[in-house]
């Protein structure tokens, strides 16, 4: 794991454009910090207390003022499991209160449960789901907060429901830098799980009306064109919805509208094969409520 810089004191590490698994420490998603004169901001925690351990220690190489604030873009499972490492380094966490519901859920247990085994040793008994210290968004008010750290100032906004429900994004005035989270994937083949993709396409598009100068993704490489790179990512949204919702609309079952529909564009990206199936399914079945 490297630091890589980003603006002036701002630095992110990339993860790995491969599904989680033990090989790679479930290393697959990226985190960014920013020191200040007062402490340090912390944006995601990567999907494995030891993966955090390595963060925390680059932090350490730069500075020994003190974590003050993770920020949680959402809350999947390689963005939040290194939580534990953090909070214990005494950083208060923030996320919005969307991320609530799941952390109680059946679902996430599960899916802990499910990570001990697959990802062992980086996830193990003693790897355990974090409560944030602070909720954005609770009953529909304070979905954005503004955070004054040292000479910083920092807009959390409430991004969602795009990519999940609860999407925060973090921008640092003073840089223009933008950690977009999940509703960017830069280079590869985003996950869309239940995403709504109407207002992921909306995030993006709220999301260049900021005007970044920089761009952090959650999955990819620095973007220092955010307003052409996350072409991709909006382009890939509005076909899935674009095939798959004339499929849905004709009644044409899912298998012959997938295997007709030419993929050549996006074949070649990273991830293809695992995810996109998956993506266009569940579009198809979002599109069929949708359609008319």
Known sequence: MLSQPV????????GLSEMGSAANQNFISNAGFVITPAGVLVIDALGSPPLADRLLALI?????????YVVVTHCHADHIYGLQSLKAAG?????????????????????LQASREELFPWINEHTHLVEPDQWLGNGGRDDDLVIDLGDRRFRVRHAGPAHT???????????????AGDIVFRGRIPFVGQADGRRWIEALD??????????VPGHGPLSLHP?????????????????????ARNLEPFDEAYARTDWSRFS???????????????TYLQMEHEAP
């Open 91 to 111: 950083a208060r966490i923030i996320a919005h209160a969307g991320c609530r519901d799941y952390l109680a859920s059946e679902t996430a247990r599960l899916r």
């Open 60 to 68: 350490r190489e730069k500075t020994s003022l003190p974590l003050r």
């Open 268 to 282: 070649a990206l990273p991830l293809f094969a695992a995810a996109n199936r998956m993506n266009a399914y569940n």
């Open 206 to 215: 709220r999301m260049l009306e900021l005007n970044p100068r920089v761009l």
């Open 165 to 179: 429900r609860e999407d925060l994004m973090v921008h640092d005035e003073r840089t223009g830098v933008l950690f």
């Open 7 to 14: 603006a002036a004191d701002t630095w992110f590490v990339q």
């Open 227 to 247: 307003a052409d790179d996350l072409a991709l990512t909006r382009d890939y949204l509005s076909y899935l919805r674009q095939t798959m919702g004339t499929a």
